[in-house]
């Protein structure tokens, strides 16, 4: 089964510094990844998405990520964090399904991220 | 703005009600997932329609009995829920292609608390 570590349960930043945050999984062949991002009370907008080609992956709102097949990595990064960037990120790995079944998606535990002015 | 419609937003029950959530997607999407999240937790998959026929139950107690009446709504109907079922209620949808999954788009969530 598939599984998705985060290692910073909570990440505090001052606005304007720079942002990685990191994401490893475990599946047996290459996964789909994806960050997601939650505001306190909301659901989760989807950052960004790695599914094949090209390893570095452009998302919104300014972030990127790098898929990094020999660590089993997929960290998010930022070059400058602004205040609204303040919530809760959430890596996880889709399981490329065939068949008549499809993906699940697991997450990872999640990482608070606060910025301060 | 969500494309992913959830309603209510907030819900207060009492242990011996009978309540539901209703989600609603226009995006064309095939599958249809409800994923419940504690506070400080992520989110924890309990069912998938696809092509609205049930695909996955995440051995979900008999209390949460889901509903695809078609392809653009999904429905939870609560029974007799615990004070411990409190939580947010994702609904998401994904194209839930065959040997695909893509990416999901989650609603606002519905903010259950049980008396």
């Known amino acids: 089964a598939q599984s998705v570590t985060q290692p910073d349960i909570h990440i505090t930043v001052s606005e304007g510094a720079s942002l990685e945050l990191r994401c490893n999984y475990s599946?047996?062949?290459?996964?789909?990844l994806f960050w997601y991002v939650q505001s306190p009370g909301q659901g989760l907008q989807l950052l960004l998405k790695?599914?094949?080609?090209?390893?570095l992956v452009q998302g919104i709102k300014g972030f990127e990520a790098e898929f990094k097949r020999s660590q089993s990595s997929f960290n998010l990064r930022k070059p400058s964090v602004h205040w609204s960037d303040a919530a809760e990120y959430f890596c996880?790995?889709?399981?490329?399904?065939?068949?008549?079944?499809?993906?699940?998606?697991?997450f990872g535990q999640g990482t608070i991220l606060t910025v301060h002015p | 703005d969500t494309e992913v419609t959830q309603t209510p937003k907030h819900l207060v029950m009492g242990m011996t009600n009978k309540k539901s959530l209703k989600c609603e997607q226009h995006?064309?999407?095939?599958?249809m997932y409800w994923y419940k999240q504690k506070a400080k937790k992520p989110p924890e998959l309990m069912f998938v329609y696809s092509y609205e026929k049930l695909s996955i139950n995440e051995s979900v107690p008999s209390r949460f009995s889901p509903e695809c009446p078609n392809s653009s709504l999904l429905n939870l109907h609560l029974h007799a829920l615990q004070p411990e079922d409190s939580a947010l209620y994702l609904c998401?949808?994904?194209?839930?292609?065959?040997?695909?999954?893509?990416?999901?788009?989650f609603g606002e969530g519905s903010r259950l608390t049980v008396l």
């Open positions: 790695y599914f094949s080609g090209d390893t």
């Open positions: 599946y047996g062949a290459t996964p789909y």
């Open positions: 998401a949808s994904s194209q839930g292609l065959q040997g695909y999954t893509g990416e999901l788009f």
């Open positions: 996880a790995v889709g399981v490329r399904a065939g068949g008549t079944s499809y993906g699940k998606l697991t």
């Open positions: 995006m064309g999407h095939r599958a």
